[in-house]
């Protein structure tokens, strides 16, 4: 089958859009990537071309436009590709418009916004049988007298957009103590214009080591079809505890696809999906903590394994033979983004949570990088002068205070 539909990528300055990126340039295809600032990253070997375009936020009735204009400007229509939760929010509010010029698997308005909002999700574990943690809404009444009967201290005050959370306050999540806590966080929350009580919600805390949180990561094709999976664990995330993975691994965990997949199927999902789980230590049990439906940060290790997910929603969207891959068993395959695991181990060390034998044994894995790349190494290089030049910039703020 001739590749000739250009694959257009949205939200290239994290490495999640660049996984994306290589993975299409790999088999030929065409790229453009859409950014509204320039990436730290740089441009990729495999896009031939990098436009900025409107924030999707402040202008997006421009965003659109521009978006529309450029897949006018091409002979085929393009496949559309998102790399952030902020991207699946704003494609299911322009769906009409976008499916008019682009082309992609999901057939079904919402759905994506519906499934991903930690909120709405509670209404499809329920009707699936599927466990998820207790929580209450932020704005629900006499929350704070409910959190102390209902989930107890210590739990989380967790937003249901992630994305713009971390924007705001740097952590993923706040971990409540106690009343005093909640109250306090409460007030915080209330009192940041950009965010609302309505928008958060406090949730009971599955207890347990990093390395009973889990992920399974599915394929959907026409129809449902299941065209592949794996399963992975993670060994450290940032923020500790509580915030996203840096240093992970493939493992096989049978359990977990047959716990999920009814979801999926009775939704009629199509295209790529991460289940984010935990088992709690105490009980066994295995909760589902939030659904990605957007490609995820350890992409450029699926891709090595050979599950090649953007390859595979690319094919799904142009109608093309969709390649298979289940696997299900161990590859000693570990992803690392170096970064901010940096920070990570830092804070394991600080809270005893791991020792420096343990971060130590941990390497001696064969690994896959979120961003260096041996066949496409600008990237790497540039991230490196924009890590240099920012904390230079800190540097010269805090020379310039004591002068």
């Known amino acids: 089958m001739e590749l000739k539909h250009r ?10 859009g660049l996984a994306i990126v290589r993975n299409l340039g790999r088999h030929n295809i065409k790229v453009t990537t859409m950014d509204y600032e320039p990436s730290p990253y740089g441009i990729s070997k495999y896009a031939d071309k990098s436009l900025i375009v409107p924030h999707y936020q402040k202008e997006e009735e421009r965003l659109v436009k521009s978006m529309i204009a450029y897949a006018e400007s091409l002979e085929e229509k393009p496949v559309l590709f998102l790399s952030s939760d902020p991207y699946v929010e704003f494609f299911d509010r322009n769906f009409d418009a976008l499916k008019e010029h682009y082309l992609f698997p999901m057939d079904q308005k919402g ?7 930690k909120d709405s999700l509670v209404n499809y574990t329920d009707r699936y049988g599927i466990p998820t943690p207790e929580k209450i809404l932020c704005d629900e009444e006499d929350l704070v007298e409910r959190v102390d009967e209902e989930i107890g201290y210590p739990c989380i005050l967790k937003p249901k957009d992630s994305a713009s959370f971390v924007q705001l306050f740097r952590e993923k999540a706040f971990v409540l103590k106690n ?3 909640l109250i306090d966080r409460l007030e915080l929350v209330e009192n940041t214009p950009e965010c609302d009580t309505s928008d958060c919600f406090v949730q009971r805390i599955v207890k347990g080591p990093e390395s009973n949180c889990y992920s399974a990561d599915l394929y959907y094709g026409p129809g449902t079809e299941l065209k592949g999976f794996l399963t992975t664990e993670k060994i450290r995330q940032w923020p500790n505890n509580f915030g996203a993975s840096t240093y992970a691994k493939q493992v096989w965990i049978p359990e977990l696809i047959p716990l999920v997949d009814p979801l999926f199927q009775g939704v009629k999902f199509r295209g790529f999906a991460e289940v984010e789980l935990k088992r709690d230590e105490r009980t066994g049990v295995v909760y589902l903590i939030e659904i990605n439906v957007r490609f995820i940060n350890f992409t450029e290790m699926l891709c090595h394994l050979g599950f090649e997910t953007p390859y595979m929603y690319y094919m799904d969207a142009t109608g093309g033979d969709i390649p298979e891959k289940f696997i299900t068993y161990d590859t000693d395959c570990h992803w690392k983004y170096k970064h901010e695991d940096i920070s990570a181990v830092r804070g394991y060390l600080r809270t005893k949570q791991m020792t420096f034998g343990q971060i130590v044994s941990d390497y001696k894995f064969k690994k896959v990088n979120s961003t260096w790349a041996w066949d ?3 990237p790497g290089f540039n991230y490196f002068g924009h890590l240099v030049k920012k904390e230079f910039s800190k540097l010269s703020r805090k020379l ?3 002068s």
Not at 7 to 16: F, H, K, L, R, S
Not at 111 to 117: A, E, K, R, T, W
Request: proline share 0%; net charge neutral.
């Open 7 to 16: 694959a257009v990528v949205m939200g290239t300055n994290y490495y999640i």
């Open 111 to 117: 759905l994506l916004s519906s499934i991903m909002d």
């Open 179 to 181: 009343k005093d806590m």
């Open 376 to 378: 496409d190494m600008g």
């Open 400 to 402: 310039s205070k004591k």
